[in-house]
């Protein structure tokens, strides 16, 4: 319950989500998520970034922001949800 308590917070999968390609600095990671899903604030990325480093799913390098071998391993469970989510939404 306290994995689903941690993606369920607002842009938590989101930022796994964009660290899964490369790793990202804060204003990288900050503008891809704009791209994808609309508004991110600095205060609510910080945020979400200092959980994900708690949860030892994100970590920081001298290049930004980017998934540990936990937050790799964490997304190749979540991408198969892409395909089935797109055509749930579409559904609604």
Same mark, same amino acid.
């Given at each position: 319950?306290?994995?689903?308590?941690?993606?369920?917070?607002r842009?938590?999968?989101?930022?796994?989500?964009? =660290?899964?390609?490369? +790793?990202?600095?804060?204003?990288?990671?900050?503008?891809?998520?704009?791209?994808?899903?609309?508004?991110?604030? +600095?205060?609510? =990325?910080?945020?979400?970034?200092?959980?994900?480093?708690?949860?030892?799913?994100?970590?920081?390098?001298?290049?930004?922001?980017?998934l540990?071998?936990?937050?790799?391993?964490?997304?190749?469970?979540?991408? +198969?949800?892409? +395909?089935?989510?797109?055509?749930?939404?579409?559904?609604?």
């Open positions: 319950m306290a994995l689903f308590d941690l993606l369920g917070r842009w938590a999968m989101g930022i796994i989500w964009n =660290l899964y390609e490369t +790793p990202s600095t804060f204003r990288d990671l900050q503008a891809a998520c704009e791209l994808k899903s609309g508004a991110i604030s +600095p205060s609510i =990325l910080n945020t979400r970034l200092k959980d994900l480093q708690d949860a030892k799913l994100v970590h920081r390098t001298l290049d930004g922001y980017e540990t071998a936990l937050g790799r391993e964490l997304f190749l469970f979540l991408e +198969p949800l892409n +395909p089935w989510s797109r055509r749930w939404a579409k559904g609604l």
